[in-house]
């Protein structure tokens, strides 16, 4: 069983929105820090948001910062990303991640995750 499975990604123009979901499969993996990065064609693996796992402390990247909202849902099993306001270099793979251990503060770096779905494409169109 895959431990985290996004869903809700796809095909929308400047300006419009989409929700990524992501469920986590086990206690085990939704109890720690989640997160979404992303991942365009040629580029690094990049932080999109962080959250806690009461969902009290979140983090965002500069760039989605007043666009993008996370959220945890469902007693905590589910990360959602409420993305508005899409532009086209948000076009990127988008993958969610939980890490191994229960963290202070959450990372911020791929590396640190342990866990990952399969990702979910966004593409943004101008």
């Known amino acids: 069983q895959e431990p985290l499975v996004e869903s809700g990604g796809g095909s929308v123009q400047t300006g419009g929105s989409l929700r990524l979901s992501c469920v986590a499969s086990?206690?085990?993996?939704?109890?720690?820090?989640m997160a979404w990065f992303r991942q365009a064609p040629g580029k690094d693996r990049e932080m999109v948001a962080t959250?806690?796992?009461?969902?009290?402390?979140?983090h965002y990247a500069d760039s989605v910062k007043g666009r993008f909202t996370v959220s945890r849902e469902n007693t905590k099993t589910t990360i959602v990303l409420q993305m508005n306001d899409l532009r086209p270099d948000d076009t990127a793979i988008y993958y969610c991640a939980a890490e191994a251990n229960n963290q202070r503060a959450c990372h911020t770096e791929h590396y640190d995750y342990a866990y990952w779905g399969q990702g979910t494409q966004v593409t943004v169109s101008s």
């Open positions: 959250s806690s796992y009461r969902g009290g402390n979140t």
């Open positions: 086990a206690y085990t993996y939704s109890s720690k820090c």
